[in-house]
């Protein structure tokens, strides 16, 4: 029968770095994987393309205060540290880092580490200082624990250009590895705040994924993405969204508008909406899929 293994789970910074220092004695590559914890598969994939890259896997999990804006989330965020235990042991995670607030945030601690270039737009022009507080979690989780990898998720592609960026920008040796975003059987993009939704948003959730998908495609036949993306914002809020706080064809890699679409682009289209109090992100390749031949 197979066993599984509980993960030990660390909260300090000393802890963590005698079990990698023992990892790299016996000449085991180290992949972290950055989670704020209420898991879902999603988390689980980061876990196993972790663990495709190096033989000792982290989890950290740690809901961070600084990346939330007031009015957002931050008390309401799924915590379930018995839950989490689990999926990640069944996932193949040797290692829980959960350090606590003082322990990121210690008395006095008073460094910002901000990316301008890819944070301006987007998600980062609706939540002020959220990428500022990302930035310096992940800079810092990264300094504690000195993987070889990190692992993060592309349905926040945003965050992943940000911290590939600041990784390149402060000589951090460290090499950023994407794992793509798993979606629910009717498309939708998992996330921890999809259990904040009500039946009927539910079903308004999963217009998001195929609305996008459909206007990539129409953008990749060469209609002109402002003009889809104005139509794709429309259907949106007629198929139940409260607000769309962007719907934008970007540059996958310097977030730079897109004017047209070309050979050789590569390109995405981004969008956030509002289901009441929940915010969804959500982002596509544009590429031709014959969805809307
Ligand atoms: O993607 C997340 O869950 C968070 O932004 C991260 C990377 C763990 C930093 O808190």
Redesign the pocket.
């Given at each position: 029968m197979l066993q599984i293994t509980r993960p030990r789970t660390v909260e300090t910074v000393v802890e963590l770095r005698d079990i990698v220092r023992d990892w790299r004695r016996a000449g085991d590559l180290v992949a972290l994987a950055?989670?704020?914890g209420g898991l879902h598969e999603g988390h689980l994939s980061l876990i196993r393309a972790a663990r495709r890259r190096a033989r000792r896997v982290i989890a950290?999990i740690?809901v961070?205060p600084t990346?939330f804006g007031a009015g957002e989330d931050f008390e309401a965020y799924p915590r379930d540290t018995v839950r989490d235990t689990e999926l990640l042991a069944g996932a193949g995670c040797d290692l829980i880092y959960a350090p606590g607030t003082a322990t990121m945030y210690p008395e006095g601690f008073s460094t910002t580490v901000g990316v301008d270039a890819t944070t301006q737009a987007l998600c980062g022009a609706h939540r002020p200082g959220h990428f500022d507080g990302?930035t310096t979690?992940?800079c810092k989780l990264l300094n504690q624990a000195q993987p070889d990898y990190a692992i993060?998720?592309e349905k926040?592609w945003q965050?992943l250009v940000t911290i590939r960026r600041m990784v390149a920008d402060l000589d951090m040796p460290i090499r950023i590895a994407s794992s793509p975003t798993v979606r629910e059987a009717d498309g939708l993009a998992m996330s921890s705040r999809n259990r904040y939704l009500t039946h009927e948003q539910r079903a308004v959730a999963a217009k998001l994924n195929k609305a996008l998908f459909a206007a990539a495609d129409h953008i990749a036949k060469g209609l002109p993405p402002e003009r889809v993306a104005t139509a794709c914002r429309q259907a949106l809020l007629s198929a139940g969204f409260d607000a769309v706080d962007y719907l934008d064809a970007r540059d996958a890699l310097t977030l730079a508008p897109l004017d047209a679409f070309g050979p050789g682009t590569e390109a995405r289209l981004f969008a956030a909406a509002r289901l009441g109090k929940t915010r969804l992100i959500d982002n596509v390749p544009i590429e031709r899929t014959g969805l809307t031949e």
């Open positions: 950055p989670t704020m950290t740690f961070n990346q990302v979690v992940v993060f998720g926040d965050q």
